[in-house]
């Protein structure tokens, strides 16, 4: 089964062919990182822009480096949910488009249940049911994975994201857009003892995260050190910055999988890529004998394979869009995989 996926939610504009759900024969991935660096951040007009530019030869290039034509795929699997609408509307309606003169099916794709299929690409092993952590720059959700669209949500951010804290913080601290890699970077001359910041806690559901606070708290310890004339270790609090999420998303994981009696454990996201996150969960679950799953660093940002595998499985489920299919900014996961119920 071959079957085309198109990402366009955020600031890449990105096309790929899956075979067979996880074999990837090409991965094409346009950034447009360097030109929002300038505004400290996405501007979604520009990124529209931008889709519209690229998404021709970027899908184009994906077909032609997997050795296909329009006339081979099983299906076009495009992200229509969530992301900035004027971003999703430029993939959306390509694949209206593509699907309508190439008479394949549609299959629209929740950009989160892409990043959670990017563990499957890396890791054949990994089957439903099992628990994931998908942290990226605008959501931070603790899923139980029922099955490859069915999804159980059990905690999820009250306010900013965990990619999005990383990034707040890192901006605070000095450094370019999108900060979070950068701080990644500064933690590892760092020490993570130096600061001890806040981990809140959210009054009603145990497994949910609240990032703002220590975001705040980074921004006020910086403007006091300045007040005072006080020189900061950037590094120093970069590795106390990124320690502290990290306990924070490996404590709720653990203490939900325990709960739910879940032994499978996977991470998935832009934040995946975090070494701090990374080497935090590796140790939890090394310690209580859970399996563990992080997808390679080449998959954890926004790419399209990630979409095509994510819509292979979609289309197993017999999830489908028709021409009226509409892009959406909000969108539950729970709500996209009810869709293929629904399709019956
Ligand atoms: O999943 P993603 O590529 O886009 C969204 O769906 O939002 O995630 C992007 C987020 C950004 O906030 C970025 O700073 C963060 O992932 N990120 C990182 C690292 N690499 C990317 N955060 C911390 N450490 C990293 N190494
Ligand atoms: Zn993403």
Redesign the pocket.
């Known amino acids: 089964m071959l079957i085309l996926g198109i990402e366009s939610?955020?600031d890449e504009t990105a096309a790929s062919v899956a075979k067979d759900h996880t074999e990837i024969l090409s991965n094409v991935v346009a950034s447009q990182v360097e030109e929002h660096k300038q505004y400290g951040g996405v501007v979604p007009e520009i990124a529209s822009r931008r889709h519209c530019e690229n998404i021709l030869w970027v899908v184009q290039k994906a077909l032609d480096d997997a050795g296909v034509m329009l006339s081979d795929l099983d299906g076009i699997a495009v992200t229509a949910y969530p992301g900035l609408i004027g971003a999703l509307l430029v993939g959306v309606n390509f694949a209206k488009g593509l699907a309508l003169v190439a008479n394949k099916p549609l299959v629209p794709v929740h950009?989160l249940a892409g990043?959670i299929a990017s563990n499957y690409i890396a890791h054949p092993a990994l089957k439903p049911p099992y628990l994931c952590l998908v942290v990226?720059?605008?959501h931070s959700h603790l899923v139980e994975v029922l099955s490859y669209t069915c999804f159980r949500i059990l905690g999820r951010t009250r306010d900013d994201a965990a990619?999005?804290c990383?990034?707040k913080c890192a901006r605070a601290m000095g450094y370019p857009y999108?900060?979070?890699?950068h701080?990644?970077k500064a933690s590892k001359s760092g020490n993570p003892e130096t600061f001890q910041l806040p981990k809140p806690k959210v009054a009603g559901n145990a497994y949910d995260f609240s990032f703002s606070g220590l975001k705040t708290a980074v921004v006020n310890l910086l403007h006091n050190a300045e007040q005072k004339g006080v020189e900061i270790c950037r590094e120093d609090l970069a590795a106390s910055v990124q320690k502290t999420i990290a306990e924070v998303m490996t404590d709720h994981t653990m203490r939900a999988a325990r709960e739910y009696g879940y032994a499978t454990i996977a991470v998935a996201?832009?934040?995946s890529?975090?070494?701090g996150v990374r080497s935090a969960m590796q140790q939890a679950c090394d310690k209580a004998g859970y399996a563990l799953y992080l997808p390679p660093l080449s998959l954890?940002?926004?790419n399209g394979a990630m979409i095509a595998c994510a819509g292979a499985y979609a289309f197993d489920a017999g999830i489908r869009a028709d021409a009226s299919l509409n892009a959406s900014a909000t969108m539950e996961l729970t709500a996209w995989g009810e869709l293929a119920r629904n399709m019956y």
């Open positions: 939610s955020c950009h990043h990226s720059g605008g990619g999005e990383f990034d999108p900060g979070g890699v701080l990644d996201g832009g934040v890529a975090n070494s954890c940002g926004d």
